[in-house]
C-alpha cells in the first residue's frame, strides 16, 4: 500500500464473512493504522485484520525478528564502559602517569587509549582501567 491510511481511505483487510482479503473503507485509525473497517463487499463493520487467520503469527513473528532487539553480545563491555562513565565529569580526569596513584572510579586520561575508568586494584602496583575498547592493566604509584 503507498501512502498513509486514512479515514475513508482503501485498505485490504481480511473479512471474516466473506473470508478473502478483500478492500475496505476505512472507518476509524488507531496511532496511524486503521483500527474498525468496512467491507466493501458484504458492507459488514469489523476490526482491521491486515493478515488472513493463518498468516499472521508467522509476518508477526518475521517483524519481531527484524525489530530493535537488546544489546548485541558485542556491545556489552561498551556499555559498561559507558555506563561507568556516566554521572562523571571528563574534565576531572587525571592525566595517566605510572608515578601517579590511582583509585578505583578515578578517571584517567590516557596519551593514547584516550578516557578510561579505573576499575580495580591489582597488587599495588598495577590498575585495571576500562578504556572505550576494552580493559587494559596500567601501572601506578611507582
Ligand atoms: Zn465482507
Redesign the pocket.
Known amino acids: 500500500m503507498a501512502g498513509p491510511h486514512k479515514v475513508g481511505g482503501y485498505v485490504e483487510s481480511w ?4 473470508k ?1 482479503m ?1 478492500g475496505h473503507t476505512i472507518e476509524a485509525m488507531v496511532e496511524g493504522e486503521p483500527a474498525r473497517v468496512q ?6 463493520q469489523h476490526s482491521y485484520k491486515p493478515f488472513r487467520p493463518g498468516d499472521a503469527p508467522k509476518q508477526v513473528r518475521q517483524r519481531e525478528e527484524r525489530g530493535p532487539v537488546g544489546p548485541q553480545p558485542g556491545k556489552a563491555r561498551a556499555s559498561h564502559y559507558q555506563e561507568l562513565l556516566k554521572g562523571k565529569n571528563p574534565a576531572l580526569a587525571k592525566r595517566y602517569s605510572p608515578k601517579d596513584k590511582f583509585a578505583p572510579g578515578d578517571l584517567v586520561e590516557h596519551p593514547s587509549f584516550g578516557l578510561g575508568v579505573a576499575t580495580a586494584n591489582k597488587d599495588g602496583s598495577k590498575i585495571e582501567v576500562l578504556f572505550d575498547d576494552g580493559p587494559r592493566v596500567l601501572v601506578h604509584g611507582r
Open positions: 473479512c471474516g464473512k466473506c478473502l478483500l467491507c466493501n463487499t458484504c458492507k459488514s
